[in-house]
């Protein structure tokens, strides 16, 4: 384990140890979620995929009325992301912020008003396993794909809903072709600063036609 400090706040959160790191493509859709919404209403969102929880604590710290609920099929990162939450609630307040070990494909809950996700970027048998499995599950689409999040997106009962989620330019076209079959579509298509060149990240805003 490892503390790291959140910029310009007197917070410090655990990360596993070369594991499950905090990426630019992370602190991008964390900071243009909270450039999206300049006002502290009463927003419910889900943060998929969450880890140890720092998008779900990022967005809390700007907005404290929001009710952030974060799952995660990986139950040690969930436990963390709890413990986490132990260490936010000193300097902030932790209220309408929930942690839960959960599976996107058995998740019930369709009230939210924004789902922001980091999946996995790669289909599997399409690029090389890591060798740890929680670096595994959250590559590649062992657990969870594309179409389960977009499928997931197209069941929540409000019609201004809007997700954000990142994938590398060459899930683009499947993302597109998912979308309008599902008679959404992408309103934003955001590239994500420091990208390789060779293999480039957009930050995707989906919402419903």
């Given at each position: 384990?490892?503390?790291?400090?959140?910029p310009d706040t007197d917070f410090c959160?655990?990360?596993?140890?070369?594991?499950?790191?905090?990426?630019?493509?992370?602190?991008?859709?964390?900071?243009?979620?909270?450039?999206?919404?300049?006002?502290?209403?009463?927003?419910?969102?889900?943060?998929?995929?969450?880890?140890?929880?720092?998008?779900?604590?990022?967005?809390?710290?700007?907005?404290?009325?929001?009710?952030?609920?974060?799952?995660?099929?990986?139950?040690?990162?969930?436990?963390?992301?709890?413990?986490?939450?132990?260490?936010?609630?000193?300097?902030?307040?932790?209220?309408?912020?929930?942690?839960?070990?959960?599976?996107?494909?058995?998740?019930?809950?369709?009230?939210?008003?924004?789902?922001?996700?980091?999946?996995?970027?790669?289909?599997?048998?399409?690029?090389?396993?890591?060798?740890?499995?929680?670096?595994?599950?959250?590559?590649?689409?062992?657990?969870?794909?594309?179409?389960?999040?977009?499928?997931?997106?197209?069941?929540?009962?409000?019609?201004?809903?809007?997700?954000?989620?990142?994938?590398?330019?060459?899930?683009?076209?499947?993302?597109?072709?998912?979308?309008?079959?599902y008679k959404m579509q992408i309103t934003?298509?955001?590239?994500?600063?420091?990208?390789?060149?060779?293999?480039?990240?957009?930050?995707?805003?989906?919402?419903?036609?």
């Open positions: 384990m490892k503390s790291v400090s959140v959160f655990m990360q596993i140890e070369g594991s499950h790191q905090v990426t630019s493509d992370t602190a991008f859709l964390s900071d243009s979620v909270i450039k999206s919404y300049t006002e502290n209403n009463s927003l419910k969102a889900l943060d998929l995929g969450t880890g140890t929880g720092i998008i779900a604590f990022m967005l809390k710290m700007h907005f404290p009325n929001w009710q952030i609920d974060g799952i995660d099929i990986q139950e040690t990162l969930i436990n963390l992301a709890n413990h986490n939450m132990h260490l936010f609630d000193k300097s902030f307040d932790s209220k309408r912020l929930f942690f839960a070990h959960q599976d996107l494909k058995t998740f019930t809950v369709y009230d939210y008003d924004l789902v922001i996700a980091n999946p996995p970027y790669y289909k599997i048998n399409t690029a090389r396993l890591p060798a740890d499995n929680g670096k595994a599950i959250a590559r590649h689409e062992l657990t969870l794909n594309m179409e389960d999040i977009i499928s997931f997106f197209n069941k929540l009962t409000k019609q201004s809903a809007k997700l954000f989620i990142l994938y590398p330019d060459f899930r683009h076209k499947e993302l597109s072709s998912l979308v309008k079959h934003k298509q955001l590239l994500v600063p420091d990208s390789k060149p060779k293999n480039q990240t957009f930050l995707y805003e989906i919402t419903k036609c």
